[in-house]
């Protein structure tokens, strides 16, 4: 049991610029013939997720001796790149995720983005890749929302999901850690994760394949470990199921995530569980602030190493009540369902669960106080 914060919890935690000390940081070089209006809402009638882009994107290039520069806010559109990039070889790749959300007086907000610059250099760290200055970060996403301000949608649960990326571009085929880089951040306007109301999603524990193992890339957010996800994912797809559940590559015996979501596991007793962060899992900034949010609801609440076998008798005696998964796309997602082979078990409960979301949501739309200081104004 662990109350101490972790390394990025207490990065994250560090005091940040105001958005209108970085705005403008990064050059506005602005799209001549942006969306109309009528563009704009024909996208907002039919939202989904991934599938459009905004009128910007934030660009910045790293050469080595010369640092981040080049720091703009230009129109979006296809990049030209060397075919010998390395990024095409080696994957030499980190990305993050954070939305950004109206409230109901129009202004513009985001949920922890110094969590999401911190976490990108943490793994830029094990990627080898230059790391970004907190400021440029945020200053790429203020100047990047504020350009695109109209392309924040108001429908409930909708938001603008904002993906930063860096990618090695320097035209290379020897295997080293690139000497150019380019930053990204692109915008996607999305629609409501539930369509169909808080619906439990059905997990299948892969019985063989892992997503991360001991000294890999586990904890970094990296493009490389989505690719290894894609087969497993597929044969849940195949037997019918919604998510993949891995399990850790050492023993192969205890849980560790989903694909890129973390796990919690809610006892009968109201205390709570998540897998311990071994460096093979990805540290969720949802996992984060549910487990502060937990702790000062008053549950007992553990990070500890969860094996399966545990879990399935657990929810096969009605220890437990509840299991979820977190990740920013769809703040918690009740699973109902874990099945692998030789077991198939369903869990009903879901009140923790559904809580847990509307706190969480309530403060990212300021609908409840912030007693966390988590949300931070990008534009009025
Ligand atoms: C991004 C991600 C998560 C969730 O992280 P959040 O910061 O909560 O969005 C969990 N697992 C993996 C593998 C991820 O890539």
């Avoid at 919604?242 to 796990?263: K, S």
């Avoid at 311990?276 to 899992?281: D, K, P, S």
Wanted: aromatic share 10%; glycine share 10%; proline share 7%.
């Amino acid at each position: 049991m662990t109350e101490t914060l972790s390394e990025l919890e207490q990065a994250a935690a560090l005091p940040l610029p105001t958005a209108d000390e970085v705005a403008g940081a990064w050059d506005l070089h602005p799209k001549k013939h942006p969306a109309t209006r009528e563009q704009r809402e024909a996208i907002f009638n039919r939202l989904s997720f991934g599938v459009d882009y905004t009128d910007h994107m934030a660009h910045a290039v790293y050469d080595e001796g010369k640092g981040w520069h080049s720091k703009v806010i230009e129109p979006y559109g296809p990049l030209t790149l060397d075919p010998a990039a390395a990024v095409f070889h080696y994957g030499q790749e980190i990305f993050e995720g954070l939305k950004a959300y109206r409230h109901d007086d129009g202004s513009i907000w985001s949920f922890r983005p110094g969590y999401n610059a911190a976490r990108l250099n943490a793994s830029a760290r094990r990627l080898a890749i230059p790391e970004l200055p907190v400021e440029d970060f945020l200053a790429s996403i203020v100047g990047l929302v504020r350009a695109d301000a109209d392309w924040v949608p108001s429908v409930p649960g909708s938001s603008l999901y904002l993906r930063p990326f860096i990618i090695a571009t320097e035209p290379f085929l020897g295997v080293r850690s690139a000497r150019r880089l380019d930053y990204l951040c692109i915008a996607s306007p999305s629609g409501p994760y539930f369509v169909n109301g808080f619906q439990p999603i059905s997990v299948w524990v892969s019985p063989d394949y892992h997503r991360a193992g001991p000294g890999g890339t586990g904890a970094a957010k990296c493009g490389g470990n989505y690719a290894s996800s894609l087969v497993p994912k597929l044969a849940a797809h195949e037997e019918g199921f919604d998510e993949v559940c891995f399990l850790d590559a050492a023993t192969n015996t205890n849980v560790d995530e989903l694909g890129g979501m973390n796990v919690f596991v809610v006892y009968e007793d109201g205390s709570v569980s998540t897998p311990v962060l071994t460096g093979n899992i990805l540290e969720g900034g949802t996992r984060g602030a549910i487990l502060q949010i937990l702790r000062d609801r008053g549950n007992v609440v553990r990070e500890e190493t969860i094996p399966l076998q545990s879990l399935i008798a657990d929810i096969e005696s009605g220890k437990v009540a509840e299991v979820f998964a977190c990740g920013t796309a769809a703040v918690v997602t009740p699973i109902g369902r874990i099945a692998g082979e030789g077991f198939d078990v369903s869990v009903t409960g879901g009140d923790v669960t559904k809580s847990i979301y509307d706190q969480v949501t309530s403060i990212q739309l300021g609908h409840a106080p912030d007693p966390y200081n988590w949300t931070y104004q990008l534009s009025a």
